[in-house]
């Protein structure tokens, strides 16, 4: 007997309980946290489908997101700074992170506008946000400079998500509550882009 998807059947309200609950934000910020310095985890997982589900708190998860992104990409870069050898390494080798290092090192060693642009550039993209607090730390970038930065693209980022959300949210939560799978799917997809983006880091 062939396997079948199970058929999920998630309305609008079911989405807006799961998004404005304290559970909600607290695994928000969570994963964002960790996403910044540790973990092979993706945001947009759990920011995404919370702006789907209650698009008039979208700026709320907005916020969350930037804040915890951040205080977790400072974590990154005192890892990077202060503990390459152990726990910094591993990350990058764990993660095959060590051609994106290697051409993230490269562009952002040039000049303070060069590390600027390479961290914006990098908080803004789905390119994994921890290789870019472990690079700025690892290359001992001003942690002014960095956190400038780093705020600037992940602001961009999160707001500009949900701008979006604010503006369309009742069709997208009520086009999400039909199609689930499809949703789920493209959600995932973002988060293996960075992956691949990493891969294919481009050249200086």
Request: some cysteine; overall charge positive.
């Amino acid at each position: 007997m062939a396997w079948r998807w199970p058929n999920f059947q998630v309305d609008a309200a079911q989405l807006r309980r799961g998004a404005t609950s304290k559970k909600a934000y607290g695994l928000l910020a969570a994963t964002s946290f960790l996403e910044s310095a540790l973990l092979p985890l993706s945001v947009d997982v759990i920011a995404l489908p919370m702006m789907v589900g209650a698009p008039k708190k979208a700026m709320n998860v907005a916020h969350v997101a930037l804040l915890a992104s951040v205080f977790g990409g400072m974590l990154g870069y005192l890892i990077g700074f202060a503990f390459l050898e152990t726990i910094g390494q591993w990350i990058i080798s764990t993660y095959g992170l060590e051609a994106a290092f290697a051409q993230f090192q490269q562009q952002a060693t040039t000049n303070n506008m060069a590390a600027a642009t390479a961290i914006f550039l990098g908080a803004v993209t789905p390119v994994p946000f921890k290789l870019v607090c472990l690079g700025a730390g690892i290359l001992h970038i001003n942690p002014i400079l960095f956190v400038v930065a780093a705020f600037a693209g992940r602001a961009l980022r999160f707001y500009a998500f949900a701008l979006v959300f604010v503006m369309f949210g009742q069709q997208m939560t009520d086009w999400a509550g039909r199609n689930l799978k499809l949703f789920s799917a493209l959600v995932i997809v973002i988060t293996i882009l960075g992956f691949v983006m990493v891969a294919y880091w481009p050249k200086a």
